[in-house]
């Protein structure tokens, strides 16, 4: 996942049980720690002790390639990401509530960095939320993450159970996410609406004869560029993950779109994602690093038991003099504009999916005003292109971004002050990243 700022407060209440493993109720352990981890237990950092407790008002706080794990009894534990600060903000231990029967609340203070809940067997009465600036994520038992940008984009994750997420700004404002989904939450004010399209060659316009490639070992590439091996690694996974979503199974039906709808087919894919063969590992002259991963058609189809049949040939980005002359320019402009119109056809999906309420999207308001439809139309024709590429079976793929202030304000003027201050997405399938999250989980 990338490596970027955060900060979040974690809340956790607990029904009381005799499985806890620390060594006293009122603490949590610290039961593993890699490479440069600290506490605080008073007024100065010192080295950290494996197998140490925690108490109110103790920090912690990891280095670079480093983390810690910390356990409220065996079966339920949390990793601190590299480059972390948490403190143990709150405990709280009393009489059972009269309603939930909670007797004991733990608050962690994520101040910066990340950290990865994997929560197996919660006693009964377990209440878990994870809040952020923008939102606040409950479950009774489950694995999920939660990563929160440094101006208050939220996103959540979800791999296994079912987690509610509700805006801070308005609780009425929620949705539940099942597992293999993500949500995202933000301000409107910096959220970044964003979509990709894909178009393929058209035999209509282009001929069967021109369309036409060789069935044979197909495959499917990514590449890609990072600072250290480990971001050229999941820049490639992000490519290829791309190129598998965007493959066409019907014209408005894309892979990815099976993917949402089966959560078996996500967990399925990806595993073959993080199984890629590795064609090309190096270090380039100027000290990035690069990576090539393949996954063939078979290994894909073999995974889901299904046939994908629209895919025609190796399928690897291309620079555009090299498009222009296996393809020419007629295929170039058709097949990128089918792109750009797959990519507005999807940020339409996105602006209609914003979540106002309990199962009530700006999709609903359009049925008793038809002027939403005029003003989503004119927002995803007026949105920015921030990407383009070009690939070797003569596909194009076409990346839009429209800002949410400008979405929120348009949409204000024909909807009323509905929208609240937090933009909401409808839960939608996990990408690769987070499926990356699901691989650490595991380890822990």
């Known amino acids: 996942m990338k490596k970027i700022a955060l900060a979040s407060l974690l809340v956790l209440t607990l029904g009381m049980s005799s499985q806890l493993s620390s060594k006293e109720n009122n603490s949590i352990e610290l039961t593993k720690k890699a490479g440069d981890v600290e506490t605080n237990q008073g007024s100065q950092w010192k080295k950290a002790k494996s197998n140490s407790s925690l108490y109110k008002g103790d920090m912690i706080k990891t280095g670079l390639d480093s983390y810690a794990e910390l356990a409220l009894n065996p079966e339920n534990r949390f990793r601190i990401k590299e480059d972390s600060e948490v403190e143990l903000d709150k405990i709280f231990e009393g009489n059972p509530h009269p309603t939930d029967g909670i007797v004991k609340l733990v608050q962690f203070n994520l101040k910066s960095g990340s950290m ?35 101006a208050g984009q939220t996103h959540i994750a979800v791999l296994e159970s079912k ?25 409107w004010d910096v959220a970044l609406l964003q979509a990709k ?12 004869k021109f369309v036409q490639q060789s069935q044979n070992k197909i495959v499917f590439i990514g590449s ?6 480990e971001a050229a690694h999941i820049e490639a996974l992000r490519n290829l993950s791309d190129r598998i979503l965007d493959t066409t199974l019907s014209p408005e039906y894309k892979f990815g779109d099976l993917m949402e709808e089966d959560v078996s087919v996500s967990e399925k894919v990806y595993d073959v994602l993080f199984n890629a063969n590795v064609l090309q590992k190096e270090t ?49 402009v058709t097949t990128r504009r089918a792109a750009q119109v797959d990519a507005l056809r999807k940020l339409a999906q996105k602006i209609y999916g914003s979540v106002i309420e309990t199962d009530t999207t700006v999709k609903d308001f359009e049925a008793s005003n038809d ?9 995803v024709q007026g949105a920015e292109i921030i990407s383009e ?10 990346q839009l971004q429209a800002p949410g202030k400008q979405i929120k304000g348009a949409l204000t003027q024909v909807m009323g002050d509905v929208l609240g201050s937090n933009y909401m997405s409808s839960p939608t399938r996990i990408i690769v990243d987070d499926f990356e999250t699901y691989k650490e989980l595991e380890k822990i």
């Open 389 to 398: 590429t070009y690939f070797s079976d003569g596909s194009v793929s076409v």
């Open 116 to 150: 990865l809940a994997k929560l197996d067997k919660l006693p009964k009465g377990v209440k878990l939320s994870i809040g952020s600036p923008t939102a606040v994520a409950g479950a009774t038992g489950t694995e999920f993450a939660v990563v929160v940008e440094s």
């Open 197 to 208: 399209g894909t178009g393929i060659l058209s035999k209509k316009i282009l001929g069967n």
């Open 371 to 379: 002027q939403i439809t005029t003003v989503v139309k004119g927002i």
């Open 284 to 332: 380039l002259p100027n000290g990035t690093f690069q990576e090539e991963l393949e996954v063939s058609l078979t290994a894909i189809q073999n995974a889901i038991g299904q046939t994908i049949t629209s895919v025609s040939q190796t399928i690897r980005p291309i620079n555009l003099a090299e498009y222009g002359q296996k393809f020419g320019p007629l295929a170039r």
């Open 163 to 187: 987690v509610q997420v509700v805006s801070s700004s308005n609780p009425n404002q929620l949705v539940m996410v099942a597992p293999f989904q993500k949500v995202d939450i933000a301000p």
């Open 224 to 229: 890609g560029l990072g600072n250290t091996e």
